[in-house]
């Protein structure tokens, strides 16, 4: 028994159609004509003067429009062998039919008037290939078109009968961490967090540090500056917990804390080592850096066991 859904069953079933006929002494709908000339030379943009006047021929890649049937194929020569194979693909699931290339051989030149009949053959039928639109078989079908009984042409035509890939969403990826703007005014601190240094700026007229980096200082409006590493240490002087709303890149409930560094200035930052509902004010932190997306770091503070209130269990 053959197995119409196994593919070499199905491509045994398909190679018996190879030469059987897909039409047989169809006629064209149309003779030969110049209306349908003039549109195809318009829609194709083609301005040879071979194509008009009293002696024109048919533009020769007209070959195949003077067999169409029209889209309502009421005229369509089509044999059941035709049919029977679209019918067999079908059933194994090759619904989709794209064409894919087609190769024409000009025997003579086509005029008004000619009347032209057509046979056409199912010439070979490939085994099943795999391609980017999904599993199927390539049907190449040969029609030989005569006028007046002679041969004026060949249209060998191919089509890909297949099974259309299932589309794939695209794997669900986090959305990257925002990244910090880096300019002339901070670079030094991103450089800083690299080398694993919180520096907080210091300055060099008046003394004051200050934090986040800033072209001047706030007290005394100097752009002199220089830095100071901080120890590290720090206490949590207040914090929010966010809930919403929601930043794909971040998983919500957690808590944002502003640390007070033992130096004295205060950074907005992250706690970790303790659950976003174990973040006391008071608390105790130590700098410690993480890596996040896998690329860049971050300074960040780690809640040290034994603080008050029981944090940091
Ligand atoms: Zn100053």
């Known amino acids: 028994m053959l197995d119409a859904h196994h593919p070499l069953d199905v491509h045994r079933l398909l190679k018996a159609f190879e030469g059987r006929p897909a039409a047989v002494s169809a006629s064209a709908p149309d003779p030969v004509n110049l209306p349908m000339i003039r549109h ?25 429009a003077w067999t169409m049937p029209g889209l309502s194929g009421a005229s369509s020569a089509r044999t059941p062998a035709y049919d029977e194979l679209f019918a ?20 003579r030149p086509l005029r008004p008037g000619d009347r032209l009949t057509f046979d056409t053959v199912i010439e070979t039928v490939s085994p099943r290939k795999t391609t980017r639109l999904g599993a199927g078989y390539f049907i190449t079908t040969t029609m030989r078109v005569r006028a007046g009984g002679e041969l004026a042409g060949t ?11 299932p589309v794939q969403p695209p794997a669900p990826t986090r959305p ?19 080398a ?17 980096w800033l072209p001047g200082c706030g007290r005394c409006g100097s752009p002199a500056w220089g830095t100071v590493e901080a120890c590290g240490s720090g206490t949590v002087h207040s914090y929010v917990v966010v809930h919403h709303p929601p930043f794909p890149a971040f998983d919500p409930p957690y808590a944002v804390a502003l640390v007070e560094l033992a130096e004295g200035v205060r950074m907005i930052s992250n706690i970790t080592g303790v659950p976003y509902d174990g973040v006391r004010i008071g608390i105790s932190v130590e700098l410690e850096f993480i890596r996040v997306d896998g690329e860049w ?7 040290r066991s034994g603080g008050p209130e029981g944090a940091g269990e």
């Open 40 to 64: 195809w030379c318009e829609a194709m943009g083609d301005t040879n003067p071979a194509y008009t006047g009293d002696d024109a021929i048919a533009p020769p890649a007209m070959l195949q």
């Open 88 to 107: 067999l693909l079908d059933g194994a699931g090759y619904t989709a039919v794209v064409a894919t290339d087609c190769e024409q051989e000009y025997v």
């Open 155 to 165: 249209h060998r035509f191919r089509i890909l009968k297949y099974a259309p890939a």
């Open 176 to 194: 990257a961490r925002p990244r910090p703007v880096i300019n002339r005014d901070n670079a030094p601190f991103w450089e800083g967090v690299a």
């Open 196 to 212: 694993h240094k919180l520096l907080i700026q210091r300055c060099t007229a008046c003394g004051t540090l200050r934090f986040p």
């Open 297 to 303: 770091e971050l300074p960040v503070f780690r809640a």
